[in-house]
């Protein structure tokens, strides 16, 4: 891969610092190595590759060496928000998400990458979608974070099964045709009518939920940061998701998280999910039951026009890290076009990191083997609900699966909770929520002046 003529500058002179460094106390690598950089990450198969393909590509061309630490999801964050609060400096680069961006660059946690991105003539920032480059700016305007991948959200559905109960999935679905079709389709083959989140954690049940609060017209909060979750728009959305699931949902839904839902669709057990437009290609992947008999439409809506998420997880440099100039440079490759040419000659074009970068969706190779999807895929990137205002009326914070706030992070998990406990049947929707209320009029007290 090129590199303009600062970052091999940058690379070079990194490089010897950490000769100068050697021997004093640096993290070791695998295989016993010095590394030059640490790495905070999420582990998944994206992760994974990623590790991979360093030593023998990123490290072999400019002579950094990679410490990887990957860890579960939620052990990654709870690691990331102690490191990262603290200003320890252990970890020089972290998978962050859009929802943390924002708040650590306003703490002042993340190091900006502006000068970084004007001086690296080869990364090509404009290739980045711009929907995934204003979720990773900071209210200052600067940017603190290049996305590794990017995901929206959009309904799988089964194409076999619909044709056997001749049911035809509109274009552009509403959730009420949704409804209508899960009804229908139940059964059919011993597969659910649909499979949704309904696992706790505000990751896990409340990512597509909230989207569905936001069609319907709900909202967390009002524009004073009073909670609307007894709202009727809020009962409304609530009360449809829990009883669409209870009727027509997995079983055990309340214990079933993503992973556990895709496992089901693949194994041919449900007739339609509702989720990220990441897991097509394990939908679609050698050994799936369901490869070639998938189609893929946009987020169900309801009142407002768009109601799919906008996540990525990406790559932020800690304020406190020593080894800026070579973070960059990781930051530069594994966000960059030659890395998914990379993955897609070494490991396969459906294992490229997608949802970031135009330039994938126009590449052939990446066209044919993700024919089945990548349209609906690119839309979902392009073209989703605003974080600004992906509802019906205004609201204080941003964010569509999430709230932009740092008190999310607990609320949205003890709500989850709730409506969790309703899926299972263990409380009513109105107990779930009356309960929730509380919760989310406390969290906001601050903001209220309370």
Not at 185 to 205: E, F, K, V, Y
Not at 300 to 312: F, M, Q, S, V, Y
Not at 331 to 360: F, H
Request: hydrophobic share 40%; net charge negative.
């Amino acid at each position: 891969m090129k590199r303009s003529r600062l970052a091999r500058a940058a690379v070079a002179a990194t490089a010897v610092a950490g000769l100068v460094l050697a021997g004093c106390g640096d993290t070791d690598a695998p295989g016993g190595e010095q590394a030059d950089i640490s790495v905070l990450a999420m582990d998944a198969s994206q992760m994974q590759t990623l590790k991979k393909l360093t030593k023998r590509h990123f490290t072999a061309e400019t002579g950094i060496t990679v410490d990887y630490t990957l860890l579960p999801e939620n052990e990654a964050r709870a690691r990331m928000n102690r490191e990262f609060a603290t200003q320890a400096g252990t970890y020089d680069v972290a998978s962050v998400s859009a929802y943390e961006v924002p708040i650590y660059a306003d703490n002042g946690w993340l190091a900006p990458l502006d000068s970084y991105v004007k001086a690296d003539e080869d990364f090509d920032q404009d290739d980045v979608f711009p929907n995934l480059v204003s979720s990773l700016t900071g209210e200052d305007g600067k940017l603190y974070a290049e996305p590794f991948y990017g995901e929206g959200s959009f309904l799988m559905y089964r194409k076999d099964l619909f044709l056997k109960d001749g049911l035809t999935m509109p274009p552009n679905p509403t959730w009420g045709q949704v409804a209508d079709l899960a009804a229908r389709i139940d059964g059919t083959d011993g597969a659910s009518g649909i499979c949704l989140r309904g696992l706790p954690g505000w990751g896990q049940n409340l990512a597509p939920l909230n989207t569905v609060v936001n069609t319907f017209g709900g909202t967390w909060y009002d524009t004073d940061w009073n909670a609307r979750l007894t709202s009727p728009e809020f009962r409304k959305a609530v009360g449809f998701y829990v009883d669409l699931l209870r009727s027509h949902g997995q079983p055990g839904a309340d214990r079933m998280g993503v992973l556990e839902i895709l496992d089901r669709f693949v194994q041919g057990k449900c007739a339609m999910m509702y989720d990220a437009t990441s897991l097509a290609s394990s939908i679609e992947a050698d050994g799936s039951a369901v490869k070639g008999k998938v189609g893929y439409v946009p987020a169900p809506h309801d009142r407002t026009e768009k109601a799919g998420w906008l996540w990525t997880w990406a790559w932020g440099i800690q304020q406190a890290a020593e080894n800026k100039d070579a973070a960059w440079e990781f930051i530069s490759w594994a966000s960059s076009k030659e890395y998914q040419e990379l993955v897609g000659k070494e490991v396969g074009w459906t294992a490229a990191p997608a949802g970031n970068r135009r330039s994938l969706y126009s590449n052939p190779e990446y066209q044919q083997a993700a024919d089945a999807w990548y349209r609906q895929e690119y839309t979902a990137a392009t073209d989703s609900a605003d974080p600004r205002n992906p509802g019906v009326g205004p609201r204080p914070y941003t964010g569509i699966g999430f709230l932009g706030i740092p008190e999310f992070a607990v609320l949205g998990t003890a709500v989850s909770e709730q409506i969790a406990a309703a899926i299972a049947g263990q409380q009513s929707v109105d107990t779930a929520l009356e309960k929730s209320q509380d919760l989310a009029q406390a969290a906001a007290a601050k903001y209220r002046g309370e």
